[in-house]
């Protein structure tokens, strides 16, 4: 590869693509910073958005573990009338669904309407916890493209009071300006996807953890009503 050299008088010829990077860099960090004082909630948005989308994610995966094998372990040994084990079983999954079997099983042998009533109340408990401040990054998602187009209307009144103090109208006067303040408006629309990606990729995970309970819950109930060797424990 061929390295374009600019050479000097009485010195080594220097390497122009080596100066063009940095001052690339440090052209775009003018720009942000540029955007004016708007810029600062806007970056707080970002990276408290960016905290809640990761802080979330890996406590939804943690909690939304479910072993394809949960659900008929669980039931072998309710049928065989092993309440203990089956609570011990749940207990050591450490996860919302084990949470939920466990308590829902402590409650055997009262009526099936009081085991339902506790997988739904305990259910609804635990889908809460995994959608604790997810609705900070709805906030988030509608106030930041708003911060933006505020630093640009700011921007824009600022342009037209020093048009109004010098007295001429240049494209260099209005150009120079706006485009700065653009900027705004480009963060707050990126900080804005972001959150608003994550709290609806956020809120698929938690919907997919919801129906696996549902169908492993009615699996559950099943097998209490079946006259088998279940009924002797209702």
């Known amino acids: 590869m061929i390295l374009l050299q600019v050479p000097t008088a009485g010195g080594p010829a220097v390497d122009s693509t080596a100066a063009v990077a940095p001052a690339q860099s440090m052209q775009l960090l003018d720009l942000v910073a540029k955007g004016g004082w708007v810029m600062i909630p806007i970056s707080l948005l970002f990276f408290f958005a960016l905290y809640m989308i990761i ?33 011990s079983f749940c207990k050591n999954q450490r996860n919302s669904i084990g949470r939920i079997f466990e308590k829902a099983i402590g409650r055997i042998g ?4 009081d085991i339902e009533g506790t997988l739904e109340t305990v259910g609804q408990i635990e889908l809460s916890r995994l959608e604790k401040n997810l609705g900070y990054l709805g906030i988030i998602a509608g106030i930041a493209p708003m911060l933006g187009f505020i630093g640009t209307i700011s921007g824009i009144i600022r342009i037209f009071y020093d048009i109004s103090l010098s007295d001429n ?66």
């Open 169 to 234: 109208i240049s494209v260099g006067i209005i150009a120079g300006g706006l485009y700065e303040k653009m900027i705004t408006s480009g963060a707050g629309l990126i900080v804005g996807v972001i959150a608003y990606t994550g709290y609806h990729l956020l809120n698929m995970l938690i919907e997919k953890f919801t129906l696996k309970l549902e169908i492993n819950s009615f699996e559950f109930m099943e097998v209490l009503q079946k006259p088998t060797e279940a009924a002797r424990v209702r």
């Open 110 to 113: 009262s009526p099936i309407k």
């Open 55 to 87: 802080e979330r994610w890996l406590f939804i995966r943690n909690n939304t573990r479910v072993d394809d094998n949960f659900i008929d372990n669980v039931k072998d040994m309710v049928l065989q009338g092993n309440i203990k084990s089956a609570e």
